[in-house]
């Protein structure tokens, strides 16, 4: 059902703007190849223990696609979140959000030019409002601010990140038939051998720091809820109303960083939060409702 579609795609977007909350409390207290390599490590293993019967069950598909596999797990885990990381040790909040919110606009993109998945143009309308709200939120409320943003090396970071995420989501039309312990298992297990050569390269770089006691709390936070639960739950939101669709949340990302950051450090709530929220629910319900029959 689309309603349950949806809840997948929030709870997903909230877990995420989580991860990118304590992605930026992360810096001094563990390195980001370090948390990126223990998030995948502790979802591995977490996936594993409950998914024992039913890997055997699908072993056969699962070898037949393992190289798919294994760049889900190289591309949209390793790639997407060693590239958010490190832009948080570099880049602000605000470049940050603003281009976290262009990876629906690129899945758009990409499924029109590689599979010519129509777009009509109230869903184009329902991107730009929905848009509008994460610049407010990512400029505080003053989207004049905007205007004086400039590209540095955390935003050259991110954009790879955005671009990752984006080539993910629409392979994920390409998915093996599998239970849904299986399709996580496999590029959960990709992720971490993938990203363990880059723990190596900050060692070997003089850039590793061992985590303390909030780095610890933060790697067991990535491990469960942004890189094991979300996973899961976007993987079936995708499967429920598309990737264009499903995309379109994504959007919720820095709204829901925002107000996260109101909540755990005590932030105090401003009008334009309120605003933004509206926007951007507001334009993923008007991308909705005026989607073409034939969307994916």
Not at 38 to 57: E, F, N, V, Y
Not at 105 to 117: E, K, S
Not at 172 to 193: C, E, I, N, Q, Y
Not at 215 to 222: D, F, H, Q, T, V
Request: charged share 10%.
């Amino acid at each position: 059902m689309p309603f349950r579609a949806y809840t997948y795609l929030v709870v997903t977007t909230i877990l995420w703007g989580g991860n990118t909350m304590v992605g930026k409390l992360a810096v001094g207290h563990v390195s980001p190849m370090v948390l990126n390599f223990s998030r995948w490590m502790i979802a591995t293993l977490i996936i594993l223990l409950i998914s024992g019967p039913q890997l055997k069950k699908d072993w056969p598909l699962l070898r037949r696609h393992w190289k798919l596999l294994l760049a889900y797990g190289a591309i949209g885990y390793t790639a997407f979140n060693g590239f958010l990381y490190s832009a948080l040790q570099y880049t602000s909040a605000v470049n940050g959000a603003i281009e976290q919110g262009g990876i629906p606009v690129l899945i758009f993109i990409i499924n029109f030019a590689i599979f010519r998945i129509p777009v009509s143009p109230v869903q184009i309308l329902g991107f730009l409002i929905s848009f509008t709200g994460v610049a407010l939120t990512a400029a505080h409320g003053d989207l004049a601010s905007l205007l004086g943003l400039t590209l540095n090396y955390g935003d050259a970071l991110l954009l790879l990140a955005v671009i990752s995420y984006a080539i993910y989501t629409v392979a994920l039309r390409f998915k093996p038939p599998v239970h849904w312990k299986s399709l996580m298992a496999g590029p959960a297990l990709a992720a971490t051998l993938t990203s363990l050569p880059l723990v190596f390269w900050e060692l070997s770089n003089d850039r590793l720091i061992a985590p303390d006691m909030l780095g610890w709390a933060i790697m067991l936070y990535a491990g469960i809820f942004p890189s094991l639960i979300s996973q899961i739950l976007y993987i079936k939101g995708v499967e429920g109303i598309g990737a264009n669709r499903a995309g379109l949340f994504i959007n919720l990302v820095p709204v829901f960083g925002t107000l996260l950051s109101l909540l755990i450090l005590g932030e105090s709530l401003e009008t334009f939060h309120v605003i933004a929220l509206a926007l951007v629910l507001g334009g993923i319900a008007i991308a909705e409702w005026g989607k073409p029959k034939t969307a994916g």
